[in-house]
Structures are given as structure tokens and as C-alpha cells.
């Protein structure tokens, strides 16, 4: 999991029912993670170039140019770790 | 008042995110602190700080006087009869737990009532259902309106003989929305039940005197009316202070712990008011920000206060209804509430929301604002929240309804 410690800082998990969880990228090579994502994922839609809608191996998720991502319907962590682990890669 | 020259005493408030000016929208989880504030906490640090109580030397007097100090002037800012109703604590949640525990566990009993509300935050449900799987009383729930409004027909239906504690929040810390809390200690003091007012959202924006009120608790957090962090006051009727049993044990709270070689066991006398309920070394710095934060409050005065942010909701309530997706929930109207809005934008969920605008450099909040039962009654997954105060202003709010427009 090294590739996530060297871009991830924080994940967020939101509660209630709606459990996403929310990615920040470590603020100085969170542009690198941007540009890494939106190499290897589909891009959807884009608004205005701030949110993407990317989806990557069936999952789809929204990436922020401010370096933060929401990942959705995940079964639970470690899928999220593995998803990221493949996107940084 | 003038929110132009509030915002310099806001350090915060010159930064730049991503680029854009910093609008703090986000003012009901907490609000900035201005220099005043950060000022008052720096010379303690730097000149005054000492343990407090029962020391001799000259800087533990000047730290317990102050610590005294900000105690008096908080039970003046609240019209408290005195400083012995105003115990120090971390925060309304602290606050709550306090009254749950010291109060709940020795006078509560199975065949009880506990009322609370349909829109409190997870503060004020949480101790109570805890405390009721000890002492096997019932937790019941007062419906809202479908405009997220206390139906108080509900709530004069859901209390009787059986309920001894009524909980409610002055002021909804989703939809904003401002409780009769008069109406509702008049019904509960004629069936003999006490109130606990959860005030994390009514102190820091709306004069609130406990006297005019008439509450038996009233809780509050620092952090949000310009204080730290950490620091948060109960407010209660002198006479239950001083029925009720201690909360936390320690140093600090008591008068005696003397050893009986008989029966070999400690035999405690409490400290007075309020000292009996703040074990331990209390937040002494915390009090000291606290202080200058109330002092700050009054110098602008609270009804100034809610007349600002009274202008500045009715105005964004008029702003956001431009947008076509977006639908705002709770009352549409600036009078009845305060200043918090939640709203959603079809299509997007509210964190997308809330990630969007800070793209922008706009903060607010989304997620369930720990409100979870509110949100399951508006049948929402999450909401967005804008939340003002003194140092918002009308430009913050074109810039943010401006940011929106490009959502949608
Ligand atoms: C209405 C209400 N009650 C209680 C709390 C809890 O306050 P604290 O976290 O400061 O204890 C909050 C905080 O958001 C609130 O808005």
C-alpha cells in the first residue's frame, strides 16, 4: 500500500446510509494524484473541470481539481484501498 | 453593527483558498475567533498562568481570579442568578452528559419519561438512550412538522405525569429553526417535569436569558459564539445544582476526603458551587478565551447580532431561490429561524456540494449535521448547510449563490 502513503493524507468516512468515503490528497503532490487518476480512469462528465466523473474497473467515482475524490457505494475500506492502491499505481 | 470592521478582528478571514478568499460558511460547527480572543489566551500563557485554587502564590490568585471571572461573566451574559449556576465543562455534549449522569442516573426509574425531539442533535439522544439501558426508563420522541418545525400539538400529546426531563434545542442546528422554549417549560412545569435547553445554536446568535426563560439546564458550547475549543458551559437552577450528585470525582470538587481508621473507608464533603461539579483541573485558559469571547459578543450586543444574521438569511433564502436545482428544506422564512440553511442540488450528493464550493474557497458542511433522525424524517440522505454570522456579509453571499449558479 506504499503508493497510498504517498498521496493519500486523510480518508474520510461520511455517516448515516449514505457511506461514501472521501479521499484527500496530501496538498503538495495532490495535482501529481490528479493527473495520475485521470490518466488511468474514464472521464464521464466534467464540471467546469472541477468535479470529474471518472469510473475505473465498475466503480465510479468524482474527482476534485482541488485533490479530493468521493468513492461510492464501496464495500468497505480495503476495496477502497485496493481501487486506490491500482489508480496511483 | 458593522460586519466590515467585525472582519478585521478575524485574522482567518485574509486567507486565501485555492486561491479565492476564505468564506466561512460553516458557522454553526464553529465559528472563527478574533484577535481579542487569541490575544486573551496568548497573555495568559505569556503572564498568568498557574493551577488555579488554592494556591498562595501571586500567579495562581491572578489565574483564579480571572477563571472566577469569566465564570461571572458568563452567568451576566445569560442573566444567571450568579456564577455558581455556571459550572465549566468541555461542551454542550459534556454538558448534557452531565445532567444525564448526575442527574439521570439517581432520579430516573423504570415506568419515567425522558422527552426529547425529533430534531435533536445525536447529543441530546445518545446520553438518554445510554442512561435508559441502565435504568430502564423510556426515551420518547416528539414529532416535527414536515417544514422541520416542532409540532408542539405533538409534543403537549407526548407529555404526561411520567415525564420528568423534557430536552429540546432552542434552535434547530439543521434547519435553524428557533423553539418557543417558553410554551414548552410552561407545559413541562405544570406536569412537573424539568427542561434541558441544548443552546449550542440559540447562545452564540439570540439574546437568551435564563430567568425570561425559566429553564431548569441550558447547555452551550464555547467554540461556537467565538471561544475556544474544549470549553462549554451548564447553566442550571442553583437549587438542582445543589440537589444533584456530583459528576466526575477528584481534586477540585471536594472540601474534605477524611480517612476513617474505623470503618477504613473515605468519607467525602463536596466543594461549592460550581467547583462541585468541575473535577480536576479545568480548562483554565479555555475560560480565559471564553471570557473575551463574551465580552466581545456584548460590546456588539445580541440583538444586533440577530439582526444581522437575521438580514443576511432572509437575503441568501432570496438569492438561492434563483437557482433552478436547487431545493432548500425547513421554513423558507428569515423570522422564524436563524441563520442556517440546508439545502440540496438535484443531481449531486451534498458532499459533492460542500467539495465543490471549496473549490471556490467557500466552507460549509454536509452530511447529517448529527441530526441523523431529522434527515430519516425529511427523508433525506444528507443535506448541504450554510451557517452565518457577525463577520458574513452580502458579498459572501452573491459570491456563493454566483459559485452555485455554475453547479447547476
Ligand atoms: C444543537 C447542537 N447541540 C449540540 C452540539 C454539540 O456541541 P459540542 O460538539 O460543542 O459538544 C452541537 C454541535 O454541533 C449542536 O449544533
Known sequence: MGVIEDYVARIEETCGEEKDFIVIFKYERKDEAVTKILRKAKIKKSISRIIFELTFQNFSFRLYGTGKAIFRNLKDKSELKRLLANLLS | MDPYKIREDFPILKRKINNNPLIYFDNAATTQKPKQVIDAINEFYRNHNANVHRGVHT????????????????????????????????????????????????????????????MEHHSNIVPWELLSRINGFKVKYADVNDDGTLNYEAFENAI???????????VSNV???????????????????????????????????????????????????????????????????????????????????????????????????PWKFEAGTPHICGGVGLMAAVRYLENIGMENVRLHEKMLTGYALRRMQELEKIKIYGPRDASSKCGIIPFGIAGLSSHDVALFLDHYGVMIRSGLHCAQPLHEKFKLKSSARASFYIYNTREEIDRFVEVLKEIE
Open chain 2, 59 to 118: 500567579l495562581s490568585q491572578e489565574a483564579s481570579e480571572l477563571y472566577e471571572d469569566a465564570h461571572e461573566e458568563v452567568a451576566k451574559f445569560i442573566n444567571a442568578d450568579s456564577m455558581e449556576e455556571i459550572v465549566f465543562v468541555r461542551g454542550t455534549t459534556e454538558a448534557i452528559n452531565l445532567v444525564a449522569y448526575a442527574w439521570g442516573l439517581w432520579n430516573l426509574k423504570k415506568g419515567d419519561e425522558v422527552l426529547v425531539t425529533l
Open chain 2, 160 to 170: 404526561s405525569n411520567k415525564t420528568r426531563i423534557v430536552c429540546l434545542p432552542q
Open chain 2, 175 to 273: 434547519t435553524g429553526v428557533v423553539n418557543d422554549v417558553k410554551k414548552i417549560v410552561k407545559m413541562a412545569h405544570e406536569h412537573d417535569s424539568l427542561v434541558l435547553v441544548d443552546g449550542a445554536q440559540s447562545v452564540p446568535h439570540l439574546p437568551v436569558d435564563v430567568k425570561d426563560l425559566d429553564v431548569d439546564f441550558l447547555a452551550f458550547s464555547g467554540h461556537k459564539m467565538l471561544g475556544p475549543t474544549g470549553i462549554g458551559v451548564l447553566y442550571a437552577k442553583r437549587e438542582i445544582l445543589e440537589s444533584m450528585e456530583p459528576f466526575h470525582g477528584g481534586g477540585e470538587m471536594i472540601k474534605d476526603v477524611t480517612f476513617n481508621t474505623v470503618t477504613r473507608r473515605c468519607s467525602i464533603s463536596w466543594n461549592d458551587l
